[in-house]
């Protein structure tokens, strides 16, 4: 039986179709999974299914059909009755999904209030029943607590049971897992499975993460640009896949190792015993009561042409030992820059210093000033560190750059907002580049990326090294991206290492537990 | 010069509110117009020609004595009945098209002052004989002008203080948190008529006094924006880059800053001339005899029986600052990061 059924989907904001000609169907009971990379109309086509755009992308054409039901011409009571009755959504981000303003009890009895006449005991035994069926069972006695009390994974849960409490023949999933920790993604994509299976509903899962796919759909659904270019069976599809686009998906998992390290390389950045703690202040006159401890006593040390992948998950204190080292955030220990003690130095000293330690950050987006153009971003440096430079030698100079990280030179006078993502991450790399530093700290450079961009900046970034000797500490929580980029990886957890080796060795053979965990969630379809 | 294109944008949103923006040509239209007040409103000829010779009062003053050969010796007074009959015989002299100054007395009124509108007097005249259109035309100018010393001044310093205050946060912040709370605690209006009674308050002594108080407006928004932009990802990159504090603040965290400041800049203005109609009406304000808004509601306050007082003090006054408002909301628009231009509302 088909429980949703889309024909010829097309959804417009204004004069841009997003969205056009998509047909699909989902059956009782099984899992579709659509994927896309960003852009390609995924998440409009799932809102669609329930009609929950804003009134502004109002130029549907076509039909939905949820249970029988026609969504695009049903009326407002009778749309009510589908969401959350017959159709139920999880949203990407359970930090914002929630309201924090009301308890967890009180968002997941709303839900099952609004289509069943409930309250008093019956409600309670309800929202309980809806808390354990999402795996929540410790949650029953704190239904006071509120979103800001628990964990993401946590928080998804909640979110999870407030889409099943009425037990819907469908389950939208946007992204389920995106905004969660490797781990925490398995436990979460493995709840839905099994709920999947205990409740006999379908679910439609939006994803761009092809393992995901792989392991947990019957069917997928390839989307690009807002048209459908492959529909199939999961195994079929993978197996075959019919479209270049499918191809090309399939084909830029990151691959291959980084260059080896020359012999006689010199060491570039040492560290030994980095500690940094926040302080936690309290009460009127605002005194230290305690410290969080977001690194402690870390020790590195890094080599012309290395790279040190730093993985953990969110909350390790990985991006902290990175900034720490740059000193942009204060710590204890020893740092030395090319034998260098930079600990300590005052801001005037460390200037010159800036020139050979830089970053590149995660956001593409928020790390470009959008009021400037690509030229003067990346000539912003040039103008401090060498200052009695001609303005057409720096010009000559960001030229290069721009070239170096495979941008056209007539790009320099456009604005960021010009920039894909993917260009956007080139322009931050040219910024970095342009002063030729040896050390460069990599703050998730990839994970703000599409899969197929990923490969691209993780060759990039390897070529790169190859031809000037950079040291890199690679910062991510992307297993795979730091198998392809790094020499050694250092897991991190709670502030401490907790593993340190070669890459190859670490990922074949981890030793710690925790370790193995990370892995077994990043590489469970190897 | 190639504009950025969040600035073309903003553009294209600020001419799309069409109340806003004809409201802006008719503000700035007046306001060039009271700017050549002189041109429009005086008591001397813009030009005469006497005896073959050219005279131009109003830019120079003459002696009665350069114009006629038996005249006294003494600034030659245009007004006068004789002086007037004589350039007519022996030459001619163009006039501004009000005839008088906000501050000279019109003569032969022919009846007690406060005189109703006329064909001499459009506006009538207040109750010291004075043309009421010469004073609103002046008064208006002075109005704009001070208002817009008193946001451009009051705006720098807030803004100055409000990006120190959340760039270097910390105790800086705090420090200047209270300060500022005890600060605009003060008593502004006791203050004002302590020191009229100490001083006679003039423009520049006003806006000072004003300055004193009204540059803490700006602080909170911009000290947020601050807050909020020194921990942006390209900020920390410029930091990791070695740019000068200075340069942070400036080139980077500024421009976000500004929307909030430009938004408010309207409000502001039309506050500012709020604030010195009210203390002119008190009699606070600027000296007496200048031409004021103010001042023209309170004579109108005091004469009941001739309405042109007061109905000319609001209409001019109503005018100005709903333009200033509507100017304000559609800045307000074209900042909107939503709004899209010809988008819908």
Not at chain 1, 279 to 291: D, N, Q
Not at chain 1, 311 to 327: D, F, H, P, W, Y
Not at chain 1, 479 to 485: C, G, K, N, T, Y
Request: hydrophobic share 45%.
């Amino acid at each position: 039986m088909t429980i949703l059924r889309v024909e010829n989907l097309s959804v417009a904001f204004g004069a841009k179709r997003v969205v056009q000609g998509v047909s699909f169907h989902v059956d009782a009971g099984e899992t579709v999974a659509i994927v896309g990379e960003s852009g390609s109309g995924k998440s409009v086509t799932a809102l669609s299914c329930l009609r929950l755009l804003p009134a502004t992308g109002g130029n549907r054409e076509g039909r939905i059909e949820l249970a029988g039901q026609d969504v695009l011409r049903a009326t407002p009571n009778a749309l009510r009755e589908l969401r959350g009755g017959v159709a139920g959504m999880v949203f990407q981000e359970p930090m914002t999904s929630l309201n924090p303003l009301h308890s967890i009890g009180r968002q997941v009895a709303e839900a099952i209030t609004l289509h069943r006449p409930l309250s008093g005991v019956a409600l309670d035994a309800e929202v309980k029943a809806a808390l354990i069926r999402a795996g929540l069972g410790t949650m029953t006695d704190r239904l006071r607590a509120y979103p800001h009390q628990l964990s993401g994974g946590q928080r998804q849960r909640v979110m999870i049971a407030a889409a099943l409490a009425n037990n819907p023949k469908l389950l939208i999933a946007d992204e389920p897992t995106t905004a969660l920790d490797v781990t925490i993604q398995a436990q979460i994509l493995e709840l839905l499975a099994q709920l999947k299976r205990e409740l006999s509903m379908a679910l439609l899962l939006i994803t761009h993460d092809l393992t995901i796919v792989k392991r947990h759909a019957d069917r997928v659904v390839v989307m690009k640009d807002g048209a459908v270019v492959e529909q199939g069976r999961v195994a079929d599809v993978f197996a075959a896949p019919q479209h270049p686009y499918t191809r090309m998906l399939l084909a830029t998992e990151p691959r291959g190792r980084p260059a080896p390290i020359a012999p006689d390389a010199p060491l570039v950045m040492e560290a030994r015993d980095v500690r940094v703690s926040f302080p936690i202040r309290r009460g009127f006159l605002r005194r230290v009561v305690a410290h969080v401890h977001a690194v402690r006593g870390v020790s590195l040390a890094l080599r012309a042409g290395e790279t040190l992948g730093v993985v953990g998950e969110s909350g390790s204190g990985k991006t902290t030992l990175g900034l720490a080292l740059l000193r942009m955030e204060t710590s204890e220990g020893t740092i030395a820059l090319e034998g260098r003690a930079i600990q300590g130095l005052s801001r005037n000293a460390m200037r010159p210093l800036r020139a050979r330690m830089q970053v590149v950050f995660q956001d593409p987006y928020g790390s470009l000033s959008p009021r400037m153009t690509a030229g003067d971003i990346i000539g912003e440096g040039l103008a401090v560190h060498e200052p009695g430079m001609t303005s057409t030698a720096r010009a000559a100079r960001v030229a290069a750059a721009l070239e170096e990280v495979g941008l056209p030179a007539d790009t320099t006078n456009r604005y960021p907002h010009e920039f894909s993502g993917g260009q956007r991450q080139r322009i931050a790399i040219a910024r970095a580049l342009v002063l030729k530093p040896r050390f460069l700290v990599l703050d998730e450079p990839t994970s703000a990326l599409d899969v197929s961009v990923q490969a691209q900046v993780v060759e990039l970034l390897r070529g790169l090294q190859a031809k000037h000797g950079l040291a890199y500490l690679f910062v991510s929580h992307d297993l795979r991206v730091v198998r392809a980029m790094a020499h050694r990886i250092m897991v991190m957890k709670d502030g401490q290492v907790v593993e340190e080796g070669e890459a190859e060795a670490l990922t074949a053979y981890p030793q710690q537990p925790y370790t193995r965990a990370l892995m077994q969630a990043a590489f469970l379809n190897e | 010069m190639t504009l950025s294109p969040i600035t073309i944008r903003r553009l294209a949103n600020f001419r799309a509110n069409r109340r806003g923006w004809w409201s802006m040509w008719i503000f700035a239209a007046l306001f060039v117009l009271t700017l050549f007040a002189e041109l429009i409103a005086n008591d001397r000829p813009l030009v005469a020609r006497v005896d073959g010779n050219w005279f131009f009062p109003v830019v120079a003053d003459y002696a009665e004595s350069d114009i006629l050969p038996d005249g006294l010796p003494t600034d030659a007074d245009w007004q006068d009945p004789e002086l007037e009959r004589a350039i007519a015989e022996r030459g001619f002299a163009i006039w501004p098209p009000i005839r008088y100054r906000y501050d000279s007395v019109v003569r032969n009124l022919g009846r007690p002052s406060p005189a109703p509108p006329s064909a001499r007097n459009w506006l009538g005249t207040d109750d010291q004989a004075r043309d009421v259109a010469a004073r609103v035309i002046y008064g208006f100018r002075i109005s704009v002008l001070f208002g817009f010393t008193l946001t451009i001044i009051a705006s720098c310093i807030g803004i100055a203080a409000g990006a120190i205050q959340g760039y270097y946060g910390g105790t800086i912040d705090l420090l200047f948190q209270r300060f500022i709370e005890i600060w605009s605690g003060m008593p502004q209006l006791y203050m004002l008529i302590i020191l009229a009674s100490i001083i006679a308050p003039g423009f520049w002594t006003l806006l000072l006094f004003m300055l004193l108080f009204s540059w803490m407006a700006l602080t909170g928004v911009v000290r947020a924006e601050f807050l909020r932009g020194r921990n942006l990802d390209y900020v920390r990159a410029a930091r990791a880059l070695g740019v000068s504090d200075r340069a942070i603040m400036f080139r980077h965290i500024l421009p976000n800053a500004m929307v909030a400041t430009l938004t408010f800049l309207p409000f502001t203005l039309s506050g500012s001339v709020t604030v010195l109609a009210s203390l002119d009406f008190l009699g606070f304000g600027l000296p007496p005899g200048s031409p004021s808004l103010g001042e023209l509601l309170n004579q109108g306050k005091n004469n009941l029986r001739a309405p042109w007082l007061a109905f000319t003090g609001f209409v001019v006054l109503g005018t100005m600052l709903t333009l200033l408002i509507f100017i304000g909301e559609a800045v307000r628009d074209a900042f909107d990061p939503r709004k899209l231009p010809g988008g819908a509302r």
